[in-house]
């Protein structure tokens, strides 16, 4: 019985952690984009936008460093390690295109990598309240 009880805390508070490195993932995206409009507007916004990217790969990391630890000690899917994986490739070469000033693909990309991060934080959120219910909890 208290194997049961601490396998399933483990469980729940990875998966809690990957929630919330989604969820953060996803803000920091959302903030680039302010501060790409303030890029175009204010002497400021390259130091800001800057300092954000640096942020933003931050988060794409502990996103994965989230889907390992939730899928290895908490017994989620592997599968998420392919998306933080392959998330953080696609903000790799998301910098690598602003340091080299490609705006003609630096936006698409950055517009691509919100919306596969609300994606990716509605998945994981649908999947919450689905074992919610499941377990017959409110």
């Not at 989230?66 to 899928?71: D, K």
């Not at 998301?94 to 919100?114: C, E, K, T």
Request: aromatic share 8%; net charge positive; with cysteine.
């Amino acid at each position: 019985m208290a194997t049961t009880v601490r396998t399933t805390a483990v469980r729940t508070g990875n998966r809690t952690f990957l929630q919330v490195a989604i969820a953060l993932q996803t803000l920091f995206l959302f903030c680039q984009a302010v501060t790409a409009g303030i890029l175009l507007s204010s002497s400021y916004g390259e130091t800001l936008h800057g300092v954000g990217a640096r942020v933003m790969y931050a988060a794409s990391m502990l996103y994965v460093l989230a889907a390992v630890l939730a899928w290895r000690p908490g017994g989620g899917s592997p599968r998420q390690i392919l998306y933080a994986t392959g998330f953080l490739l696609l903000a790799s070469l998301q910098v690598v295109l602003g340091i080299a000033r490609v705006p003609s693909l630096h936006v698409p990309l950055g517009v691509l990598m919100f919306g596969l991060s609300v994606l990716a934080l509605g998945r994981i959120l649908s999947a919450r309240s689905q074992s919610r219910g499941a377990a017959g909890r409110p």
